[in-house]
């Protein structure tokens, strides 16, 4: 039985692992990817938007349109970018087509709305990078943010961090954006790295996975990728945050969550960027975000090495 995708934007800094995670989305039969906004934070929006229209560019998909959102923080420029992580132009130098089409003239968050508001089914928006946009769109177009089927966050952790001790970096990133977004109601779900950092690939995992150029720039940055995690943390294996977002999304369920109040620290101490998750609901707070506890790590691989298996025999 066919059923009918559901329609998907995803809001993204690109990034290596947000580049695997729209290659996953375009990969997967279960959505309909209508739109990429970008936004600054793994590296400046002049690249993560040039590294978005690559990706498509790169997967045949030139017909998704791209749309450039905020180049800054709302309220203090983010205290730095993640080149050191995606190197300096966000996607570890590898070869990727120019782009052949610009982005659309709309700002990001214009885009947003003018899709919420005209397509007919509710539209699930995967945010992947900081939450800039997603706050804008709340302030500005109250009524087309109303109309998010979804909203799928990469970012934040009910513990640890991995920018500060207890704080991650999308969220660290723009604060005063998150703590709008967890504050506005959306059918919200957060996927943070107390999970995400066992959404191991290691190169094991992807090469050989096909002969196609998807492969290859997926084995390649997987690769360089693992360089980063080898210097840090000792280790090739790779944190796929963004992609177990993506799974998420794809998958309703494939991560186990359960309901709670979720605040954001805008102080101005260590504690910045730290999502509060009022895990025994000690607060009496309503709850606000279906935020991830686990998910079942073999069926994740699976997915996500399949689909994007799939992605590379289409792409000639
Ligand atoms: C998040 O930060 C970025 O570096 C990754 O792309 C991911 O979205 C993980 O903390
Ligand atoms: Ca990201």
């Not at 695997?20 to 309909?32: H, K, N, Q, T």
């Not at 938007?49 to 690559?54: G, K, Q, W, Y």
């Amino acid at each position: 039985m066919s059923t009918v995708p559901t329609p998907l934007i995803i809001d993204t800094d690109p990034g290596l692992d947000d580049a695997l995670a729209i290659l996953l989305a375009l990969g997967s039969p279960e959505v309909d990817l209508i739109g990429v906004t970008t936004v600054a934070g793994n590296t400046s929006l002049a690249n993560t938007t040039d590294n978005a229209l690559r990706i498509l560019e790169l997967a045949g998909r030139t017909d998704i349109p791209v749309a450039a959102g905020a180049s800054r923080a709302l309220i203090r420029e983010a205290p730095r970018t993640a080149e050191y992580v995606h190197g300096s132009d966000g996607l570890g130098g590898l070869p990727l087509p120019a782009p052949s089409v610009p982005p659309v003239a709309s700002h990001a968050v214009t885009f947003l709305a003018e899709r919420l508001l005209s397509t007919p089914k509710p539209v699930t928006v995967a945010a992947i990078g900081p939450l800039t946009n997603i706050a804008l769109l709340v302030a500005t177009h109250p009524e087309a943010a109303a109309r998010i089927g979804r909203l799928v966050v990469m970012g934040g952790a009910a513990r640890g961090g991995n920018v500060a001790p207890t704080a991650e970096f999308n969220i660290w990133s723009d604060p005063e954006a998150a703590h709008r977004v967890f504050s506005a109601g959306l059918p919200l779900t957060m996927i943070g790295l107390d999970v995400t950092d066992r959404s191991v690939i290691t190169v094991g995992d992807v090469n050989g996975m096909g002969d196609g150029r998807v492969a290859r720039f997926v084995e390649d940055s997987v690769g360089f990728y693992g360089r980063f995690h080898q210097d840090r943390y000792g280790t090739t294996d790779t944190y796929q945050h963004d992609a177990l977002a993506l799974a998420e999304v794809i998958i309703p369920g494939i991560v186990e969550t359960s309901h709670h109040y979720v605040t954001v620290d805008c102080g101005e101490t260590l504690s910045r960027g730290t999502t509060i998750v009022d895990l025994n609901d000690v607060t009496g707070h309503p709850p606000n975000a279906h935020v991830a506890l686990e998910f079942d790590h073999p069926r994740f691989v699976e997915v996500l090495v399949g689909r994007l298996k799939d992605l590379d025999t289409k792409v000639r």
